[in-house]
């Protein structure tokens, strides 16, 4: 799952990043508000994590904005306002959730798994599809009670592939999600993990449909 990260201190940005890339999320930061804005306005991203107190653009100005254009993007606050007049403008504003600095990155991480399950219509935290069982808080993949070891970005795929079953995503949205900024991607890096999925979840797992892109096999 692809986040904007969007945070003025370098500090707390560069482990911020790290720390979520490494809990298997696709991370990019950028660090004033119109940086953001632009972004926003270009790219697709699953969710946004935003802090208030921005340069050029203030964090609740970005989030009016990007309510105003009726983007349905989740939106979790990161802030040291701890206020709860703060907290109420920030959700009446058009935050899903508000977290107040400092925080745990474990919490971090579990709420913004909350925030792109209820994105996705789903009130259970594993994905279930023809026998395949996916849990993204402890990255295990189980087939019919057998665990399946997959690499970091087979994960991430076979997790936005089983979202929603009856999606097809095309390589290039494929690789928007997969991938952020700075991250090197091989001319057939898509298909290679897709090659892998299929060697160890069965080679009808995942369909390739002509000339439009892949999605799980339907129920």
Do not use: C
């Not at 474990?106 to 399950?117: G, H, K, V």
């Not at 970091?152 to 929603?164: I, N, Q, S, T, V």
């Amino acid at each position: 799952m692809r986040l904007l990260l969007v945070e003025d201190d370098a500090m707390i940005g560069e482990a911020l990043r790290t720390g979520l890339r490494r809990d298997g999320f696709t991370v990019d930061w950028v660090r004033d508000g119109d940086s953001a804005d632009q972004v926003l306005r270009t790219e697709p991203f699953d969710l946004l994590l935003l802090d208030l107190g921005l340069p050029r653009k203030d964090g609740l100005q970005l989030l009016k904005s990007l309510r105003a254009r009726h983007e349905m993007l989740p939106v979790l606050i990161i802030t040291a306002r701890d206020a709860v007049s703060d907290r109420v403008q920030g959700l009446d504003a058009g935050a899903d959730d508000y977290l107040v600095k400092p925080f745990d990155l474990d919490e971090l991480a579990a709420r913004i798994r909350a925030l792109l399950r209820r994105k996705s219509g789903r009130t259970v935290p594993e994905v279930e599809h023809l026998g395949v069982s996916l849990d993204p808080a402890s990255h295990r993949v189980l087939q019919a009670g057998r665990e399946v070891t997959l690499s970091p970005k087979e994960f991430a795929l076979l997790h936005l592939l089983m979202e929603r079953p009856g999606n097809i995503l095309s390589r290039a949205q494929i690789e928007e999600r997969l991938y952020g900024w700075g991250e090197e991607v091989e001319s057939n890096a898509v298909e290679v993990h897709i090659h892998g999925l299929r060697r160890k979840l069965g080679s009808d797992f995942i369909v390739n449909v002509r000339g439009v892109g892949y999605r799980v096999r339907p129920a």
